[in-house]
């Protein structure tokens, strides 16, 4: 079977290609996918060239982590059934060419146990469901009382939202005057605006490397810093101040499956919505454009390709 995909060939380079996909086999499931979205985080490290060294790295790679496709073709082991609407987070199908994270392309294949099942309902906004999940896995434990996220982008959005759910009070900083609107139940602030040096809990997700010491002078004595962003350059931070403060800083990595289980349960319980996070839409034959908007537009908070004309 053949796919047409997303081919990120080198550093600043993008085309669509026809692929062979791999055989399925009994456990697997071939999806036929209808979205996909584009990463601001990692895709675009992976696209300037600037992607610290990371397992699996290389060119030429299929990129995309967040598809929402049909079942055509379920193994007899895979758990699934053809005509089931799927969350794909990415794949590895692709022969030769590296799936990191593989998932834009319009047919996957993938093993029935990688898969999410979800209400076809939730249409294109199924993709947002790996960012929530990450935002989850962030999160950790209960907020008590205020605390600061920085960055209003999607992941910023749903850190605030499910920081709500948790009882908590979500201050948001952000830099950027277009991207401040949007917020509802918490206060979007300019840094320079905030006064407060008590927080117990940071939560950064903008991946700016410099942020730490700033971020450090807010903190409440043993609060805690979490690093959600994904960061290309080294990071540091002054001693004293955070000695003082008994600093803690602790890394959200990854998110993993009973994040996501928990996502599930809240979006499907009516608890976290995904409305309002999707800005821009592109066929997928217009990737190459989609990309450089993705990227390039402040105005784009996520970004979507859709496959369903491929």
Known sequence: METRAIVLEQPGRI?????????????????????????????????SGRMPAFPGMGYPLVPGYESVGEVVEAGATSGLSIGQTVFVPGARCFGPVRGL???????????????????SGLAERGILIAL????????????????????????????????????????????????????????????????????????????????????????????????????????????????????????????RADDLAAVMALIEGGRLSLDGLITHRRPADQAPDAYRTAFGDPECLKMILDWRAA
Do not use: M
């Not at 998932?103 to 898969?115: P, T």
């Open 101 to 119: 994270f593989g998932g834009a392309a319009s047919h996957l294949v993938s093993d029935g146990a990688r898969l999410v099942p979800i209400d």
């Open 132 to 255: 929530a999940a990450t935002a989850y896995h962030a999160l950790a434990a209960k907020p008590a009382g205020r605390s600061l996220i920085v960055g209003h982008g999607v992941l910023g959005r749903l850190l605030a939202r499910l920081t709500l759910i948790a009882g908590g009070e979500p201050v948001v900083w952000e830099t950027n005057p277009i991207r401040v609107a949007g917020a509802t139940g918490y206060d979007v602030v300019a840094p320079e605006s905030d006064e407060r040096r008590d927080y117990a809990i940071i939560t950064d997700v903008s991946g700016d490397a410099t942020i730490l010491d700033r971020l450090i002078a807010r903190l409440a004595p043993n609060g805690e810093i979490v690093l959600a962003g994904f960061y290309e350059a080294p990071l540091a931070f002054d001693f004293p101040p955070a000695f003082l403060r008994e600093a803690r800083i602790r890394i959200a990595a990854q998110w």
């Open 15 to 47: 085309i669509i290609d026809t692929l062979t996909l791999d055989a399925a086999g009994p456990s697997d499931a071939v999806v036929a996918v209808n979205w996909s979205g584009i990463s601001t985080g990692t895709e675009r490290l992976l696209w």
